[in-house]
């Protein structure tokens, strides 16, 4: 079973590509972040025609989260993260697939450390925490995304320029690793454990040829999961050609029971 996670900023402006890669690699589940599309202008139709059924809940211009499932329908779908009535942001989309429950998260970037914007971030991560808390770890969960947090010091391409920077701040990582400590498990670090592996890379000063970039995009697992990983990849061609994403999409491969 595979299982991918792609900040696509705009699926609009991206959709051939998201097609293209869709029949070239055949996922089996897709979430997508920063799709940047009402659910009106969302493209369900050309999905659906691609084989994949689709959930998804969006916001004009910003944010906008989606959860893809080849030959299926996601199933019992939860659009709103609770914590925050009046959190209008199209940040989180559950869903089940396959018997798999699927959480797609666009974590608030913060801006910077001390803003409002940055305050927020952290509350919302709290309330994540709190809503996965509601899980079991004996479950099969599957919590993914931009999480616009880079835990430790190999997952950013210069750990001093970064330190207690927004991204890279000791409150976003500790709220990381509480994820981790209630019960999930980061999955490239399963496989990977000690190579540095980046996710994105801003667009400007050619930090991805450079390879200059973060690795913010991560797939956590429950222990029924972590203990099927066969292996977590990074598509980097699809941060390559013609107006890209700044993110790539990262494969989890899992050995599934027939």
Same mark, same amino acid.
């Given at each position: ?35 940047? &599309? ?33 030959? &299926?329908? =996601? ?21 089940t697939v396959n018997d798999v ?32 808390a509601e899980h079991s770890p *004996? ?11 880079a835990p430790d010091e190999q ?92 993110? *790539? =999409? ?7 029971? &027939?």
């Amino acid at each position: 079973m595979k299982i991918v996670t792609w900040n696509i900023n705009s699926v609009r402006a991206r959709l051939d590509r998201l097609l293209g890669w869709l029949e070239s690699t055949s996922p089996d589940v897709v979430c997508l972040q920063e799709t940047k &599309a009402t659910d009106k202008d969302f493209p369900a139709l050309e999905i659906r025609g691609a084989g994949y059924g689709v959930a998804y809940r969006g916001q004009k211009s910003y944010n906008g989260v989606a959860i893809l499932a080849r030959d &299926a329908e =996601p199933e019992d779908v939860e659009s709103v993260l609770p914590g925050d009535d009046e959190d209008q942001d199209a940040r989180m989309l559950a869903a089940t697939v396959n018997d798999v429950r699927v959480v797609t998260v666009y974590v608030p970037n913060g801006r910077e450390v001390g803003h409002d914007h940055y305050k927020y971030k952290l509350r919302w991560l709290e309330r994540l925490h709190d809503y996965v808390a509601e899980h079991s770890p *004996a479950e099969p969960l599957v919590v993914c995304g931009d999480y616009n947090v880079a835990p430790d010091e190999q997952d950013v391409y210069d750990p001093k320029r970064w330190e207690g920077k927004c991204l890279f701040s000791d409150p976003e990582r500790a709220a990381f690793r509480r994820l981790l400590d209630w019960g999930l498990t980061d999955a490239l670090r399963v496989v990977r454990p000690r190579e540095t592996v980046f996710t994105w890379w801003d667009y400007r000063r050619a930090m991805f040829p450079r390879d200059m970039g973060l690795r913010i995009d991560h797939l956590l697992v429950t222990r029924p999961l972590a203990d099927r990983i066969l292996s977590v990849t990074v598509d980097r061609k699809m941060r390559e050609g013609e107006k890209p994403s700044d993110h *790539a =999409p990262v494969v989890l491969e899992l050995e599934m029971d &027939a």
